[in-house]
């Protein structure tokens, strides 16, 4: 495949390819919590999240939501439909955990009593702020149909992930979407792994995302490979 370099983040690099409606995504090792300031590498999670990732758009597809996912290319690399990213990043929370506990002051743990979902301003330098439907619109982040329909998908993803998941006792906690235009319409992109999103076990709560990377709580690698056992029965090594 004829690629070339296009951006470099923090978990992935970009390249464009022959087919200006196709780019490829390869998944880092490379960690980084609290905006950059805590920066690491944990063991073969460009691979991991690159089979996470996929197992859930293609679970998400199945349900009707549209989505970048083409296929996957390499054990790191897949290929998606390139998105006009949309630079507002959506945030839905089952549980108060994270900012969210300190924010409102509730104990981590502790179930929201309605699923909340929150919007934030896709900016490094300024390190994601919160941001509302008019700031949005101020801002001309997004036009007011498409701030509808991201909020829409995602209630929908949770719905269909919460679901899915409680199989195989993982409790979805909270977890962040991007979204770009596609030809104009409104689809999910960027990754859904336990880089962004948080999965406790059901029963014994043990964190099986990137907080045990964030909090030092250890055998980070051993929760990125467990969530992969469970949705795919695979062992990595």
Avoid at 172 to 193: A, N, Q, R, W
Avoid at 199 to 225: M, P
Wanted: proline share 3%.
């Amino acid at each position: 495949m004829d690629k070339k370099p296009m951006y470099e983040g923090k978990a992935k690099k970009m390249y464009t390819t022959e087919n200006p409606d196709e780019m490829l995504v390869y998944f880092k090792d490379d960690a980084t919590a609290f905006n950059g300031g805590k920066k690491g590498t944990i063991l073969n999670k460009g691979i991991l999240n690159n089979k996470i990732s996929t197992f859930f758009f293609q679970l998400l597809g199945q349900h009707g939501i549209p989505h970048h996912f083409i296929r996957t290319v390499s054990d790191r690399e897949m290929l998606v439909k390139a998105l006009k990213i949309l630079q507002v990043e959506v945030v839905v929370r089952n549980i108060a955990a994270g900012s969210l506990a300190k924010r409102i002051g509730w104990e981590e743990g502790t179930k929201l009593p309605t699923t909340v979902v929150e919007m934030y301003y896709k900016n490094d330098e300024l390190g994601d702020p919160l941001i509302n439907a008019s700031h949005i619109k101020a801002m001309g982040l997004a036009s007011e149909e498409q701030v509808k329909r991201m909020e829409e998908y995602a209630v929908k993803i949770n719905s269909i992930l919460t679901d899915y998941l409680k199989d195989k006792k993982i409790e979805l906690i909270d977890f962040k979407l991007e979204f770009g235009l596609y030809h104009g319409e409104v689809i999910l992109g960027d990754e859904i792994s336990p880089d962004t999103c948080r999965f406790w076990d059901s029963e014994t709560k043990q964190k099986l995302d990137k907080d045990r990377f964030r909090r030092d709580l250890g055998d980070v690698e051993g929760a990125y490979q467990e969530i992969l056992y469970r949705l795919t029965g695979e062992k990595f090594s």
